[in-house]
């Protein structure tokens, strides 16, 4: 809603264009007409529920690599030790192959993190990667909050 209010000012006409799967999800909708208070009653509970942003937090932990059983490995191991760092809490989903599992011959994985504080997360993705054992050829990066979570 903010991007598209920032749309057509001055002598130009705007134009807004919304991509999703799904375009009559309420929140889109809510988005389409500028109804911010429609958006908070239908979204902000459901967020709440499933202790997302910005009721929670997200932590999407990825592993890529033209390896696939080294990514899969890789995975698997550095959540199951970052599982046993989390604080009270927190949760891991995955990891599981990304949506798109593979892309110009790069395998992807990812696991999420639902945490009420983002530190703490963090603080324990840190000290796990500090004793890991990344095979080579394996990429592990994060994304705090991330707008997507396939």
Request: positive net charge.
């Amino acid at each position: 809603m903010q991007v598209a209010g920032r749309a057509g000012r001055g002598d130009v006409p705007g134009e807004v264009v919304i991509q999703t799967f799904q375009p009559d999800h309420q929140a889109v909708l809510a988005a389409k007409d500028h109804n911010y208070e429609l958006f908070c009653r239908e979204e902000l509970p459901q967020r709440e529920e499933l202790s997302y942003p910005p009721a929670g937090h997200l932590v999407a932990v990825n592993f890529t690599g033209k390896d696939e059983n080294k990514v899969e490995t890789a995975a698997f191991q550095i959540i199951k030790a970052l599982a046993e760092k989390l604080p009270e809490g927190a949760k891991v989903l995955g990891p599981a192959p990304a949506r798109i599992s593979r892309a110009k011959k790069i395998y992807r994985y990812r696991a999420v993190v639902k945490c009420p504080a983002v530190e703490p997360a963090t603080a324990a993705y840190k000290n796990v990667l500090k004793t890991a054992k990344i095979p080579h050829g394996v990429k592990v990066g994060i994304d705090v909050d991330p707008t997507s979570i396939d």
